[in-house]
């Protein structure tokens, strides 16, 4: 059940998402992109995927071993090693 308490917040909550979002995506910009922005996307999309290939490396044994251990038919695997 609402109270009143809990039905505030949640329109509070929603009221500053929608204002979020419509001041996000407004109908017209009055800007340019300018050659260096290019360039900044391209690092920021080159350092996400070597960011998560970093990570894919340092958590791989535990991947595997939670890979195992989904794909088992009630086996089960030590964890120690």
Known sequence: MNTPMNLFSSLSV???VGVIIGLSFPMTAHAYI????G???IQIIVAT???GLFAIK???KKI???AKNLFS???KHD???
């Open 39 to 41: 360039s900044y996307i």
């Open 49 to 51: 995927f070597l960011g």
């Open 64 to 66: 595997i071993l939670f």
């Open 79 to 81: 964890t120690t090693k």
């Open 58 to 60: 340092i958590f791989w």
């Open 34 to 37: 300018d050659a260096g922005s």
């Open 14 to 16: 929603s009221a500053i």
């Open 73 to 75: 038919k009630g086996d």
